[in-house]
């Protein structure tokens, strides 16, 4: 009887230990989802519908225009580069600008501090700074 107690008591404490160990947070399944050295624009809060995923390409610094895909509909983001992304609100990439810093997310491009809130669903452009 001991005996079966004993391993009972190890046979759960090796599966809350486990579910605890795997356990995801929505941060570290959002950079999952983008991919190593992505940035990417999500069309949905949290991470969720249409994805857009850029590659950081070698050089200096550059600007991309978004496909139409993902033009103006982005409102969230995560940037698993080493570099800082400006999104811009013109296919000229000048006006409101977010910065994204280096290995960063953001689930809500409508609800900031420390940024600007113009971006949410009016992102055109992305500047990759290197």
């Given at each position: 009887?001991?005996?079966?107690?004993?391993?009972?008591?190890?046979?759960?404490?090796?599966?809350?230990v486990?579910l605890?160990?795997?356990?995801?947070t929505?941060?570290?399944?959002s950079?999952?989802?983008?991919?190593?050295?992505?940035?990417?624009?999500?069309?949905?809060?949290?991470f969720?519908?249409?994805?857009?995923?850029?590659?950081?390409?070698?050089?200096?610094?550059?600007?991309?225009?978004?496909?139409?895909?993902?033009?103006?509909?982005?409102?969230?983001?995560?940037?698993?580069?080493?570099?800082?992304?400006?999104m811009?609100?013109?296919?000229?990439?000048?006006?409101?600008?977010?910065?994204?810093?280096?290995?960063?997310?953001?689930?809500?491009?409508?609800?900031n501090?420390g940024?600007?809130?113009?971006?949410?669903?009016?992102?055109?452009?992305?500047?990759?700074?290197?």
């Amino acid at each position: 009887m001991k005996r079966t107690l004993a391993i009972s008591a190890s046979v759960l404490t090796l599966s809350t230990v486990g579910l605890i160990g795997l356990s995801p947070t929505a941060q570290a399944d959002s950079r999952a989802s983008c991919g190593a050295n992505r940035f990417c624009l999500y069309e949905g809060y949290d991470f969720e519908r249409g994805v857009y995923r850029h590659k950081p390409r070698p050089g200096s610094w550059y600007q991309v225009n978004l496909p139409s895909s993902i033009n103006d509909q982005a409102t969230s983001m995560v940037n698993n580069t080493k570099y800082g992304v400006h999104m811009k609100v013109d296919r000229d990439c000048f006006g409101d600008a977010y910065y994204a810093a280096a290995k960063s997310s953001d689930k809500d491009l409508a609800h900031n501090s420390g940024n600007n809130d113009n971006v949410n669903n009016r992102v055109t452009c992305i500047i990759i700074v290197k």
